[in-house]
């Protein structure tokens, strides 16, 4: 359909892409095929509004700032702002008869009607839904029931209005299908780890029988209640006497993190949690990651986790990390409990139990760490990667 002036993609995503894993994975893996893949995303305090390339992608930041609170109308102003950019940038490319795709990246859903006018115009629309959207708002703002109808009637819409749906994982994807999406539209692209970044150490380097009696726990991502970053925090605190040199480390940035700091302190543990409230580059994360002991999902009983298959687990398990996990849908289905330490959602006895059985069995910790190497051999990026430049080719002979 386009001669040989090869396929423009532009990518939309409420983001700051230098820092977005799963974005910046698809988007680099369409431009090392010959995709002519531009995204459009977020202002930051790293980023300009001066498009730049990087891995061959063009990155197009709009003046609007990421939200962080928890007002809803606060949240959907900025989404719409964020919108109404990203529709001027979609017509201006496609102006330039550089436009093919729009590729969406949600949350929220209806950012794909920044592909309205190209769909109308004939170019191709994708919906990328990295988090349901019903679930995931209605675990952040509970109790209110017309809000739940208005975010599934949104979810619909704008499902309807993309050519193809891709969802995260395929509990998710029965579960957009079950509210009415098309199954025939949906595709599964998981969020696998890059294996360019996070490398599996040699077999010698999963680790072996300590004597020192130390251990480094470690949780990285957001800092948010609702992921149960609380019950991490309390599980160490229950674990002081057992193993005296255990530490948790915490990387990341959220609007819980004050709350978690003095929990922290009101426990009496503050020397024991080690906050980043930073984080580190996505770049440097691996190395990073590498010394530590065990891996802690501490994700809640709710609607939206239930969906979720944290991306955290997963880089834990590339780099042959064992990882405690809670007892919840969608981490079942792919993870058998020979694979990772399970523990009761919500209840922290049960989750500090689960990291002392892996402290004080080290042929457990390397046997679950070997037996869950068999995910990514299933659905590492490799895979999914060239399965999704299949997608996108047959997306535009149809």
Same mark, same amino acid.
């Given at each position: 359909?386009?001669?040989?002036?090869?396929?423009?993609? #532009?990518?939309?995503?409420?983001?700051?892409?230098?820092?977005?894993?799963?974005?910046?994975?698809?988007?680099?893996?369409?431009?090392?095929?010959?995709?002519?893949?531009? #995204?459009? #995303? !977020?202002?930051?305090?790293?980023? +300009?509004?001066?498009?730049?390339?990087?891995?061959?992608? /063009? =990155?197009?930041?709009?003046?609007?700032?990421?939200?962080?609170?928890?007002?809803?109308?606060?949240?959907?102003?900025?989404?719409?702002?964020?919108? $109404?950019?990203?529709?001027?940038?979609?017509?201006? &490319? $496609?102006?330039?008869?550089?436009?093919? =795709?729009?590729?969406?990246?949600?949350?929220?859903?209806? !950012?794909?009607?920044a592909g309205l006018l190209p769909?109308?115009?004939?170019?191709?629309?994708?919906?990328?839904?990295?988090?349901?959207?019903?679930?995931?708002?209605a675990t952040k703002f509970p109790?209110?029931?017309?809000?739940?109808?208005?975010?599934?009637?949104? /979810?619909?819409?704008?499902?309807?209005?993309?050519?193809?749906?891709?969802?995260?994982?395929?509990?998710?994807?029965?579960?957009? &299908?079950?509210?009415?999406? +098309?199954?025939?539209? *949906?595709?599964?692209?998981?969020?696998?780890?890059?294996?360019?970044?996070?490398?599996?150490?040699?077999? *010698?380097?999963?680790?072996?029988?300590?004597?020192?009696?130390?251990?480094?726990?470690?949780?990285?991502?957001?800092?948010?209640?609702?992921?149960?970053?609380?019950?991490?925090?309390?599980?160490?605190? %229950?674990?002081?006497?057992?193993?005296?040199?255990?530490?948790?480390?915490?990387?990341?940035?959220?609007?819980?993190?004050?709350?978690?700091?003095?929990?922290?302190? /009101?426990?009496?543990?503050?020397?024991?949690?080690?906050? %980043?409230?930073?984080?580190?580059?996505?770049?440097?994360?691996? =190395?990073?990651?590498?010394?530590?002991?065990?891996? &802690?999902?501490?994700?809640?009983?709710?609607?939206?986790?239930?969906? $979720?298959?944290?991306?955290?687990?997963?880089?834990?398990?590339?780099?042959?990390?064992?990882?405690?996990?809670?007892?919840?849908?969608?981490?079942?289905?792919?993870?058998?409990?020979? $694979?990772?330490?399970?523990?009761?959602?919500?209840?922290?006895?049960?989750?500090?139990?689960?990291?002392?059985?892996?402290?004080?069995?080290?042929?457990?910790?390397?046997?679950?760490?070997?037996?869950?190497?068999?995910?990514?051999?299933?659905?590492?990026?490799?895979?999914?990667?060239?399965?999704? &430049?299949?997608?996108?080719? +047959? !997306?535009? /002979?149809?």
């Amino acid at each position: 359909m386009n001669g040989n002036r090869g396929v423009f993609v #532009c990518m939309v995503a409420y983001t700051d892409y230098v820092g977005d894993a799963r974005v910046r994975r698809e988007a680099e893996t369409l431009a090392a095929h010959g995709f002519h893949v531009r #995204c459009i #995303c !977020l202002t930051t305090s790293t980023t +300009s509004t001066v498009p730049f390339v990087l891995e061959g992608v /063009e =990155v197009r930041a709009v003046p609007v700032l990421k939200y962080r609170g928890k007002s809803t109308l606060a949240y959907v102003a900025s989404y719409l702002r964020f919108l $109404m950019s990203s529709s001027v940038e979609c017509m201006r &490319v $496609m102006a330039r008869g550089e436009l093919d =795709v729009v590729h969406v990246h949600n949350i929220p859903d209806f !950012l794909v009607f920044a592909g309205l006018l190209p769909r109308l115009a004939g170019r191709k629309v994708v919906l990328d839904v990295h988090d349901s959207v019903p679930e995931t708002f209605a675990t952040k703002f509970p109790g209110r029931a017309i809000f739940w109808s208005m975010l599934c009637l949104q /979810e619909g819409i704008s499902a309807r209005l993309a050519h193809k749906v891709i969802c995260v994982n395929h509990p998710q994807r029965d579960t957009l &299908v079950a509210r009415g999406v +098309s199954g025939p539209k *949906t595709f599964v692209s998981m969020n696998v780890p890059d294996p360019r970044i996070f490398v599996r150490p040699p077999s *010698t380097a999963v680790q072996p029988v300590r004597h020192s009696g130390d251990l480094n726990l470690i949780y990285h991502g957001t800092m948010a209640g609702r992921l149960g970053v609380d019950l991490v925090i309390r599980a160490v605190a %229950q674990l002081q006497d057992r193993v005296p040199n255990a530490r948790l480390h915490l990387w990341g940035h959220g609007d819980d993190l004050p709350a978690f700091q003095r929990l922290a302190a /009101e426990l009496k543990i503050q020397d024991r949690v080690l906050f %980043q409230p930073n984080g580190f580059p996505l770049q440097d994360l691996a =190395v990073k990651l590498r010394p530590m002991d065990i891996g &802690v999902v501490g994700n809640r009983r709710t609607a939206a986790c239930d969906l $979720m298959l944290p991306v955290k687990l997963l880089e834990y398990v590339a780099l042959d990390i064992p990882v405690v996990v809670p007892r919840l849908k969608t981490i079942e289905h792919y993870f058998s409990s020979d $694979m990772v330490a399970y523990y009761e959602p919500d209840d922290v006895e049960s989750l500090a139990d689960a990291i002392y059985r892996l402290f004080r069995n080290p042929s457990l910790r390397t046997g679950q760490a070997a037996a869950a190497r068999a995910f990514l051999g299933r659905y590492g990026w490799e895979r999914q990667g060239a399965e999704l &430049v299949s997608f996108y080719r +047959s !997306l535009l /002979e149809n």
